[in-house]
């Protein structure tokens, strides 16, 4: 099992910025690609970024790439979203995710709140 805790989400006004951090516990961190997503009112869930496990690969959204990077700290077993330029349109509750390797996300933070305001 891994057990994933977001924070760092928050009120923000459009073009601002926010960093969301995931500490991630219960297994070896380095063995587990991590993902973001973000869920909107209404809408489904969307993938917004991700990093693999092994050489720290970074994939974005179309919507965020320019705007967003994510990284990962294996010492500290943490990774982190780095979003910037934040729009309105990014309001919503975003999920840190992992999976070992390259096996597909399997596990789940419960969410941190990003509201940007125009």
């Known amino acids: 099992q891994v057990q994933l805790v977001e924070s760092g989400g928050g009120l923000v006004q459009a073009g601002g910025s926010l960093r969301l951090s995931c500490a991630a516990s219960?297994?070896?961190?380095?063995?587990?690609?991590m993902g973001w997503f973000r869920q909107a009112p209404g809408k489904e869930r969307e993938f917004v970024a991700g990093?693999?496990?092994?050489?720290?690969?970074?994939f974005y959204a179309d919507s965020v790439k320019g705007r967003f990077t994510s990284s990962r700290d294996n010492a500290k077993n943490t990774v982190y979203l780095q979003m910037n330029s934040l729009k309105p349109e990014d309001t919503a509750v975003y999920y840190c995710?992992?999976?070992?390797?390259?096996?597909?996300?399997?596990?789940w933070g419960q969410g941190t709140q990003v509201t940007v305001s125009s």
């Open positions: 995710a992992a999976g070992y390797r390259s096996q597909g996300y399997a596990y």
């Open positions: 219960g297994r070896t961190f380095s063995n587990y690609a």
């Open positions: 990093i693999s496990w092994n050489v720290g690969n970074t």
